[in-house]
């Protein structure tokens, strides 16, 4: 297993980055298959072997614009099935996330403003006609794509499931008796604008008091100004343990904000697992305490909370493991049986 990492297109270095070994087989066409993470600053992939592991991983800078995230995703594509030793035309099939409104039964994107696509563009469709093979090109919002991977590196099998991504917004993928969970027009899981302070922060959707506005890595910004040389959660949070007084404070409300993002995620789904990811994240332990720690002390004062052991429900992503392209690349292979 190995990672090359492509600072540029067709300019490759090799790391020594490992990758987590994922989990069992989930029961779909056995086959190679590749994921693709489009976010607005770089393309994460991976190539899936058919017991699901992952066994290589690129990548690279974004280019924005439909052009270059199309040749972006074509060049990864090659790049991991070099690495793996497989045909293009063999694989199980490739699957793309990306932030922005998804139709997945077409592969068409748009409004995906961070990759400079903003008109209506059947990117599934591009991508396969420049790679020249029949298979299966799965498209989905990178949430969605992240819970897929989050339930396969979770040891146990696992049906319900939302991915919750603290990042310059809030929102969640869900997936649900096993089936991802898209809604009526692709905005389930919007949970970042709902209220959660009456008469609060205003917030760009129009609203005030949106939950985006506590519990999001923007809102650590704001609270936590810089200077900073490191980014401002890990700053917070350093601060806070160091007994700073107005650290515990912010670090205390977003903590209390990310708990009732977790709150409202298990109410509303009875979620078995509330997986955070996004770039918040990266706090690791102290963050994931400091939400328990919440939600411990909710169920004190709540018989009804306790009995729904939230605080138990709630884990980080595995640091280092890029769910958001493992979910995609299980996504392709799902797309072959019609199972997704
Ligand atoms: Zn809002």
Redesign the pocket.
């Known amino acids: 297993m190995s990672e090359q990492l492509i600072t540029a297109p067709g300019q490759v270095s090799q790391t020594d980055t490992p990758v987590s070994v994922v989990g069992t087989p989930d029961g779909s066409r056995p086959g190679w298959s590749i994921g693709l993470d489009v976010g607005g600053t770089k393309v994460l992939g991976v190539v899936l072997d058919p017991s699901g592991a992952v066994r290589h991983q690129v990548r690279a800078a974004t280019v924005r614009g439909i052009d270059g995230v199309v040749g972006g995703v074509v060049d990864a594509v090659h790049d991991l099935a070099d690495l793996a030793g497989v045909a293009v035309e063999d694989l199980a099939g490739i699957g793309i996330g990306l932030p922005g409104v998804v139709d997945p039964r077409d592969g068409t994107v748009e409004h995906a403003v961070n990759l400079g696509i903003v008109e209506r563009v059947a990117l599934g469709a591009l991508v396969a006609a420049q790679l020249g093979a029949q298979l299966p090109v799965q498209v989905e919002n990178d949430l969605n794509m992240a819970a897929l991977g989050a339930a396969h590196v979770i040891t146990e099998p696992v049906a319900d499931l939302a991915f919750l991504a603290l990042g310059t917004g809030v929102a969640a993928g869900l997936l649900l008796d096993g089936r991802l969970r898209r809604g009526a027009t692709g905005a389930a899981g919007e949970i970042?604008?709902l209220t959660l302070i009456v008469d609060g922060l205003p917030?760009?959707?129009?609203?005030a008091g949106?939950?985006?506005?506590y519990a999001s890595g923007t809102a650590i910004d704001v609270a936590w100004p810089g200077p900073h040389s490191r980014p401002a959660p890990l700053e917070l949070f350093d601060a806070a343990a160091a007994g700073d007084a107005r650290a515990i404070e912010v670090r205390d409300q977003f903590a209390w904000a990310v708990a009732s993002a977790v709150r409202i995620l298990v109410l509303t789904c009875d979620v078995q697992h509330v997986v955070i990811g996004g770039g918040v994240s990266g706090v690791g332990a102290p963050l994931l305490d400091a939400v328990r720690g919440v939600l411990a002390a909710e169920a004190q004062a709540s018989p009804f909370l306790a009995s729904m052991g939230l605080a138990m429900r709630v884990s980080l992503a595995p640091a280092g493991s890029p769910v958001g392209a493992i979910g995609a690349a299980l996504a392709g292979r799902l797309a072959r049986e019609g199972a997704i």
């Open positions: 970042g604008h917030c760009k959707c129009g609203q949106c939950v985006e506005q």
